[in-house]
């Protein structure tokens, strides 16, 4: 099949063939133009000479499939472009899953959105039994719908629950979990994986049945499970802000998958889809995302093993609870050994819960060694410092640290607050310090600050990124300043959030403002889960004392702290805070009406101080341009994506 650019379609004397993806140019697969029209064309050659069963299989190292080339659907930017797109993957994968001879997709490394789709189509499907092997279907993360095929086959083969759980949040899913759902017929070890993939192409086992009543959700009882659906996707993604969810359980339930049945004027149709503004805006952030990705490219003669972690609190250790996760032996060194062997608690729970395998979870928390006397500091490819925001303090242990680290490891802090260079002021090589600085919660933010401060060598920031992508994380680079860019942002935002409660309006009011809005959770509730005295530091460091709000004064001076000590702007229990509801403000200085909690008035008041926070930031260069503020304030904040980012919101004409 000499004419092929992309496949190679190899047969062997058995009868099996092996269609094998390598995407030319390309060091993933990607669905695009030029491949489908090319499976296509394999198709044709397997009608004219049926094989006894086609295996698709990847050339890839990366993985199996990445899914469509997005770059063909931003271009497609019209409804007639769109739908033309979604019509050449429906009905070429239609073709597949109707084919005579049995076919089986080998799956190792990712497998997304139409990769899975293909899977989905083949008769077969075996997960090699890798951490990278995942599936999944992340359209709703772009403002669209798996529209070549998932929405009718995944729910088909694993019940709806699972399907619309898997396509309502994008998340992937790893390979025992695909065996586990129904997903894979096999979870293999990639010894095995091309044998048993030939075995089970020929061995005439029947697919995959569902039982009864997961059929009958499927069929008669839609509507129950629509219901329920919605209700859960209500409670975290409006549908004026975020469409993409309510198509799909509207194309599942009424339309059988297919996303081209959907009459033009629903607002579930693929015209609607792509003419709303989150579309524009989800996709924007997907490329915003691939940029801070780049920032992490491999640096020359550095592959980190081994991190130091000094500091063994909730970010010491939830960082070495991470890096251990990504596979790194991890050191943690703390002056008290209680604070270590708590962190190794938390991390034995972390580990049971993200690897879902005891014995997984064992072997990698044995790679997390407590190390009160800092004995790993000698031998660390990386050494992070994660301990109080004092400067002197923080001074007097990276004298320490430069003395007895290797003149190769990445030295590294983890402050919030400081500048990088007064920490640096003390070292004989103060290019040789680098901000490496994590989000609490660690292992739920994805971002890391990468700072570069006056004296920071560039090699040294270069290594410091590709640390950050070793671990996967999205590293963003910064100049320094007080706060870099996240906490910069946030810290006016947050103060104003407590003068409103000055004023009189209610803590769950201003919360509700700002959660209406699109964020995560309220300021107020954010405040609380930092630590209040992290609220009262930074708001000396980024505000001003002499503005401090004085609720935070008052609380903070009785200890109480928010979630950490129990109480604070909320009470707290089992680490949830107590809200009464929205309440209508003392002052009738917004809109807010009790019919209104999310009161777009009041959040416009709260958004001022961290938009012109983030232009000023533009503005003096600490980030370098306005799409890494919006990708670092979105990634760092949780800021509404379907705004594009704070930038993007100001210039877009919906501020």
Same mark, same amino acid.
């Given at each position: 099949? /000499? ?16 269609? &094998? ?5 390309? /060091? ?36 199996? &499939? ?6 063909? *659907?931003?271009? /497609? ?195 609607? #889809? ?8 989800? &996709? ?128 590294? /802090? ?21 901000? &490496? ?84 959770? =309220? ?38 702290? =928010?979630?950490?000590?129990?109480? =604070? *702007? ?31 008035? #009041? ?40 705004? =594009?980012?704070?930038?993007?919101? #100001? ?5």
């Amino acid at each position: 099949m /000499s004419e092929f650019k992309h496949w190679r379609l190899e047969r062997e004397a058995d009868g099996v063939a092996w269609a &094998i993806l390598d995407t030319a140019d390309s /060091s993933t697969n990607t669905l695009g133009a030029a491949v489908m029209t090319e499976l296509g064309l394999l198709l044709d050659e397997c009608e004219r000479q049926p094989p006894k069963g086609l295996v698709f299989k990847s050339a890839k190292e990366a993985g199996f &499939i990445a899914g469509a080339n997005i770059e063909e *659907f931003v271009s /497609s930017d019209t409804p007639e472009k769109a739908r033309a797109l979604i019509q050449r993957g429906w009905d070429t994968y239609n073709r597949l899953a109707a084919v005579g001879y049995p076919t089986l997709a080998l799956v190792r490394g990712h497998c997304m959105g139409g990769g899975t789709e293909l899977a989905l189509a083949c008769r077969y499907r075996i997960a090699v039994d890798e951490p990278g092997t995942k599936f999944a279907l992340p359209e709703v993360m772009l403002g669209i719908v798996p529209g070549w095929g998932g929405m009718l086959r995944l729910p088909q083969l694993v019940g709806p629950a699972a399907a619309l759980d898997m396509m309502l949040t994008g998340r992937s899913i790893s390979a025992p979990r695909a065996k586990k759902l129904g997903l894979a017929d096999e979870c293999l070890p990639p010894g095995d994986m091309d044998n048993a993939a030939r075995m089970l192409l020929l061995s005439g086992r029947p697919p995959r049945r569902l039982p009864l009543l997961q059929r009958l959700l499927n069929g008669p009882l839609k509507g129950f499970v629509a219901r329920g659906a919605r209700k859960q996707v209500a409670k975290r993604a409006p549908p004026e802000h975020y469409p993409a969810p309510y198509a799909i359980i509207d194309q599942w339930q009424n339309y059988g998958g297919d996303t081209l049945a959907v009459p033009a004027g629903r607002p579930t149709s693929l015209a609607a #889809l792509v003419s709303h503004p989150t579309t524009r805006n989800l &996709i924007r952030v997907f490329f915003l995302q691939d940029r801070l990705k780049g920032f992490g490219k491999e640096a020359a003669g550095f592959s980190p093993h081994h991190v130091h972690v000094v500091g063994a609190g909730v970010m010491g250790g939830d960082i070495a609870a991470w890096c251990v996760l990504r596979g790194m032996t991890v050191t943690l060194q703390d002056l008290s050994k209680e604070q270590i062997a708590a962190a190794i608690g938390r991390a034995a729970t972390f580990l049971e819960k993200k690897l879902r395998d005891g014995k997984l979870a064992r072997l990698a928390l044995d790679r997390l060694i407590a190390d009160p006397d800092g004995d790993g500091l000698r031998q660390a490819d990386v050494i992070v410092e994660a301990i109080y925001e004092d400067l002197a303090a923080k001074q007097a242990l990276f004298a320490g640290i430069e003395a007895r680290a290797r003149p190769d490891a990445l030295i590294a /802090s983890n402050t919030s607050s400081l500048k990088l260079a007064d920490i640096a002021a003390t070292l004989r090589n103060p290019a040789r310090l680098v901000g &490496i600085h994590f989000f609490n919660p660690v292992t739920k933010m994805p971002l890391v600050e990468v700072v570069a401060g006056a004296a920071t060598g560039p090699e040294v920031a270069q290594r410091a990124a590709a640390f950050v992508r070793r671990i996967d994380k999205l590293p963003l680079p910064l100049r320094d300043a007080p706060g870099f860019l996240v906490n910069a942002v946030l810290a006016p935002y947050m103060h104003e959030a407590m003068r409103c409660v000055d004023e009189g309006i209610a803590p769950e009011t201003v919360d509700a403002a700002m959660v209406g809005f699109g964020m995560p959770l =309220g300021p107020i509730e954010l405040a609380d889960t930092v630590g209040l005295d992290v609220v009262v530091a930074a708001g000396r460091q980024l505000v001003g004392a002499a503005d401090a709000p004085k609720k935070l004064v008052a609380l903070f001076a009785a200890g109480k702290l =928010g979630r950490k000590s129990g109480q =604070g *702007f909320y009470a707290w229990v089992d680490g949830k805070p107590q809200k009464v509801g929205a309440c209508r403000p003392a002052k009738r200085n917004s809109r807010q009406t009790e019919s209104d909690p999310a009161n777009p008035a #009041l959040a416009q008041r709260l958004l001022q101080p961290l938009l012109a926070a983030t232009q000023r930031l533009v503005r003096e260069g600490i980030v370098a341009d306005a799409d890494l503020a919006d990708a670092g304030v979105i990634f760092g904040t949780g800021f509404a994506p379907y705004t =594009g980012g704070p930038m993007n919101y #100001l210039t877009s004409g919906e501020h």
